[in-house]
């Protein structure tokens, strides 16, 4: 299995591949656009309750970042029980409460329903303040969580060995093996007559009559209706501005002393660190996650692995490193995901802004939206409505400073590296830089071998940023991601980097 970067995530070892599509058919009920744990719950669910549906994916299932989670399953969320309470009020605070529950039985039904092996346990999480300031911030989360019903009981004992101040144990919280889950439901739907087409690439689609017309790299696909399950839609729109691109890095080691943690743990910090244990062809592994930054604004993103690694080397006793990774997800404007029909048709659908709850949103998107298209209706729909204009407080700052990032890194191009000779830039080296005027994107293999690109990214105007960690350019405005031959990894941009060649610019 690929992923969108080149560090091996703990989940590759899982390697599945379907077989290949060719004679898929050119007309379909839905067409779900993406692979990761939303297209694929979504595909199966309206699958299973009788559309005829086509998953169309630009590489293999499982290559977004559902092949770069962490996979925690959990009822308690980013945006916190008592920031949706002062955001939303009490009521949509306890709706989205249940919408949470409601998605972790919707992943244990369909386990139980397909009979699935993906190491999936019921676990308590545990919730650690490491000072004074992070224990406020416990105590109000408890206090909205308590409002809406999710029970965060106090404790004097924790499975970490960090000098707590206060924590507290939410029950009710689960985790799995991502990848494992997806592909035995992507086989589930495949027998019920579903199509998967991996290596197709969407570049774009038109409405004509009571048809969407879908333009793919591999012929024109018609179906009625269209779900964009790709993290974030493509093209240009509000999600863009309402949608911050950030990314968060893990690492998966043993330990000496065999002292796993038994419950999944998070402390306060900002950014929070997150931690599960994992088993990998019989060895036990616990995972770290954390470092979270905008995606783009890491001058190192290598930096971000060792800062972490050193980190958990402060408190546990590790022996070797033995997978780490890093992965991208959107921040939402108001807190809340977008989910549901996209504004201005009523036959496409998306689901973005998960923050760190991918495994919860992305499934419930598979009800939200399986029910939009059924019925025209779900109880969820206004709460995570992708056109809704929210009126808290922050809603317009983060949209004006998203809009800014973009011109921020338009003017920035002015101040880019100048360098009047290729030879200038060292093996292993990615680096932006003007060139006679052009800016270029340039990564030199070791080796010497040069990868000549515009650093312009397609999709806003924005200049590309180098990722050491993942060896990609990555776009600080809206998360659309390339690979060292200027192919898209991530959308929202459907069209790669130029290719330059060499005596072009010499
Ligand atoms: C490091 C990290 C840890 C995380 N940990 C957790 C966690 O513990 N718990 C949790 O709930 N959430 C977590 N999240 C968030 C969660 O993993 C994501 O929100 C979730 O995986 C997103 O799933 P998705 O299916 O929407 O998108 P993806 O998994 O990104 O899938 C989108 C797919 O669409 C395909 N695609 C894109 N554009 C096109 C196109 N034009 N044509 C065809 N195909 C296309 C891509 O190739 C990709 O396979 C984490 C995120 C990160 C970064």
Redesign the pocket.
């Known amino acids: 299995m690929n992923r969108?970067g080149v560090r091996k995530s703990i989940w590759q070892e899982e390697i599945k591949s379907f077989p290949p599509a060719f004679n898929f058919e050119t007309e379909y009920d839905v067409a779900i656009?993406?692979?990761?744990?939303?297209?694929?719950s979504t595909a199966y669910e309206l699958q299973k309750r009788g559309k005829n549906c086509v998953v169309?994916?630009?590489?293999?299932?499982?290559?977004?970042?559902?092949?770069?989670?962490?996979?925690?399953?959990?009822n308690f969320l980013d945006t916190t029980y008592s920031e949706a309470i002062k955001k939303y009020g009490l009521e949509d605070a306890k709706l989205l409460f249940q919408s949470a529950n409601e998605a972790i039985g919707i992943i244990e039904k369909n386990i139980s329903d397909n009979h699935i092996d993906c190491d999936y346990e019921k676990k308590t999480g545990q919730l650690f303040a490491l000072d004074n300031q992070q224990a406020k911030q416990l105590d109000d989360m408890v206090e909205g969580a308590e409002k809406v019903g999710c029970k965060m009981l106090p404790a004097s004992d924790i499975s970490y060995p960090f000098p707590f101040v206060k924590a507290v144990e939410i029950p009710g919280q689960a985790?799995f093996h991502?990848i494992k889950y997806i592909t035995a439901l992507c086989q589930s739907f495949l027998n019920a007559g579903g199509t998967i087409v991996e290596n197709?690439?969407?570049?774009n689609h038109s409405e004509e009559n009571e048809w969407i017309v879908i333009s793919?790299s591999r012929g024109i696909i018609r179906a009625k209706k269209l779900v964009?399950?790709?993290?974030i839609p493509?093209g240009i729109s509000m999600l863009h501005f309402t949608n911050a691109p950030?990314?968060?890095?893990?690492i998966a080691f043993t330990l000496k002393d065999l002292n796993y943690p038994l419950e999944p743990g998070y402390d306060l910090m900002d950014p929070y660190h997150?931690y599960?244990v994992q088993e990998v062809n019989g060895e036990t592994l616990l995972i770290a996650?954390g470092e979270d930054h905008k995606t783009g604004h890491s001058d190192d993103t290598g930096v971000c692995f060792t800062n972490l690694e050193n980190y958990v080397r402060q408190y546990f006793d590790v022996d070797v490193v033995k997978y780490s990774?890093?992965?991208?997800?959107?921040e939402p404007a108001d807190g809340l995901p977008y989910i549901g029909k996209m504004s201005g048709s009523s036959s496409v659908f998306t689901?973005?802004g998960?923050?760190?709850?991918?495994?919860?949103?992305?499934t419930l998107?598979s009800k939200i939206i399986s029910e939009l298209i059924l019925t025209g209706n779900s109880k969820y729909a206004r709460l995570f409505s992708p056109s809704r204009i929210t009126p808290i407080a922050g809603f317009t700052e983060f949209v004006k400073e998203n809009i800014a990032v973009a011109t921020d890194f338009i003017k920035d191009k002015l101040f880019i590296e100048k360098i009047s000779s290729l030879t200038e830039i060292a093996e292993g080296e990615g680096k932006v830089v003007k060139y006679e005027g052009d800016s270029y994107a340039i990564y030199k293999e070791k080796g010497g071998r040069l990868h000549l690109l515009k650093s312009t990214c397609p999709h806003a105007k924005c200049e590309v940023r180098w990722n050491s960690a993942e060896i990609s350019w990555d776009c600080p405005c809206h998360g659309s991601r390339f690979s060292v031959n200027g192919k898209?990894?991530?959308?929202p941009s459907?069209t790669d980097l130029i290719k330059i060649r060499e005596k072009d610019i010499e």
């Open positions: 969108d656009i993406g692979g990761g744990i939303t297209g694929i169309i994916e630009a590489s293999n299932v499982g290559f977004g970042t559902t092949g770069g989670t962490t996979a925690h399953i959990n985790q991502p197709c690439f969407c570049k793919t964009y399950a790709t993290h493509p950030y990314r968060s890095y893990a997150y599960r996650g990774w890093s992965s991208q997800y959107y689901a973005t998960f923050r760190g709850n991918g495994m919860i949103f992305g998107a898209v990894l991530n959308t459907v």
